[in-house]
C-alpha cells in the first residue's frame, strides 16, 4: 500500500507532508504507518514506518529528526541530525536536507515556512503547549535565522476537532483564567461539558503573533479511523496504546 501524506498548496513546492495511516507496516492496533518510538509498537517496525516516510521526503532516514516532545514551549534550533532526541515540543532549521518531523495522535501539528529567507520550523502543539507559547517560540527562533514572520506561512495538519474534543469546567477556567476572550473558543456540551476548538486555537494565536499566513487542513484525527491515529479515541474504545502519525517538512 502506498503512503498517503496530505500536502498544502501554502508550503509548497517545498517538500512536506502530513503523513497519514495508510502505507506502514504495523499491525494490531497500530495497523498502518505509526512513526513513534514511545509508543509499544515493534521497535523494527517503526524504523520501517519511518524509513518510508523518509524516502517520500526523498531524504535518508538519519535526515529526518522527531524530538523527545513534552507538551512545552521548548524550542530547538537545528543545524544537523542530533544524536538523541531532544526534549522539545518545536524545532527551526535553516540546513537543506533537514527534516523536521512532529509525532502526534490529536494534538496540532504545525509546519512552518519563510521560502523567501530559507527557513522553516515545526512545532507539537497540544492545548498546553499553545496556551504557554510553543507556536510563538517557533517563530521567534526562525527570526533569529533569517525569517520574517510577514513571510512565515504555518499549516496546521490533522488534529481532534472541536465536535471531538469534550473538556471539564477545569479546562475552560485554565483557559479563561489566562483570557477571559478565550472562552470563544469553547462550545457547551452536555451538562457541565464543554467542546474545545483547538485548532481555531492555534490559528488565533498564529495571527496575533503576526505571521504571514496560517491555515488548517481541516481534517479531525479522531473521526476518521481509517486515515488517522487518535488518542482520545483510543481511550475511550479502552486500547491499550496508540500510534502516533508523523508530519515533516525540509528545505
Not at 516516510?53 to 507538551?71: D, G, M
Not at 526534549?87 to 540546513?95: Q, S
Request: a negative charge; glycine letters at 10%; one cysteine or more.
Amino acid at each position: 500500500m502506498t503512503l498517503d501524506p496530505i500536502t498544502s498548496p501554502a508550503l509548497a513546492p517545498l517538500k512536506h507532508g502530513f503523513f497519514t495511516r495508510k502505507g506502514g507496516a504495523s499491525s494490531g492496533i497500530f495497523h498502518g504507518l505509526n512513526c513513534g518510538p514511545g509508543s509499544s509498537d515493534m521497535a523494527e517496525v517503526v524504523a520501517i514506518n519511518r524509513a518510508r516516510a523518509a524516502k517520500a521526503l526523498e531524504l535518508p532516514v538519519q535526515s529526518l529528526v522527531t524530538l523527545a516532545q513534552v507538551h512545552s514551549p521548548d524550542v530547538v534550533v537545528l543545524e544537523a541530525p542530533p544524536e538523541t532526541p531532544l526534549r522539545a515540543d518545536g524545532m527551526v532549521t535553516r540546513t537543506p536536507g533537514l527534516a523536521l518531523g512532529i509525532l502526534t495522535a490529536d494534538c496540532e501539528p504545525v509546519l512552518f515556512a519563510d521560502q523567501k529567507a530559507g527557513v522553516i520550523g515545526a512545532a507539537h502543539a497540544g492545548w498546553r503547549g499553545a496556551l504557554e507559547g510553543v507556536l510563538e517560540t517557533v517563530l521567534d527562533r526562525m527570526e533569529t535565522l533569517g525569517a520574517r514572520r510577514a513571510d512565515t506561512v504555518a499549516v496546521i495538519g490533522p488534529t481532534i476537532s472541536q465536535r471531538a474534543y469534550e473538556v471539564g469546567p477545569e479546562f475552560f477556567y485554565t483557559f479563561t483564567d489566562e483570557d477571559r476572550t478565550y472562552s470563544r473558543f469553547f462550545a457547551q456540551g452536555k451538562g457541565d461539558r464543554m467542546m474545545f476548538d483547538l485548532p481555531a486555537f492555534g490559528l488565533h494565536r498564529l495571527r496575533e503573533a503576526g505571521i504571514g499566513a496560517a491555515e488548517w487542513t481541516g481534517h479531525c484525527t479522531y473521526s476518521d479511523p481509517e486515515r488517522f491515529f487518535s488518542y482520545r479515541r483510543t481511550v475511550h474504545a479502552g486500547e491499550a496504546d496508540y500510534g502516533r502519525l508523523l508530519s515533516a517538512i525540509r528545505l
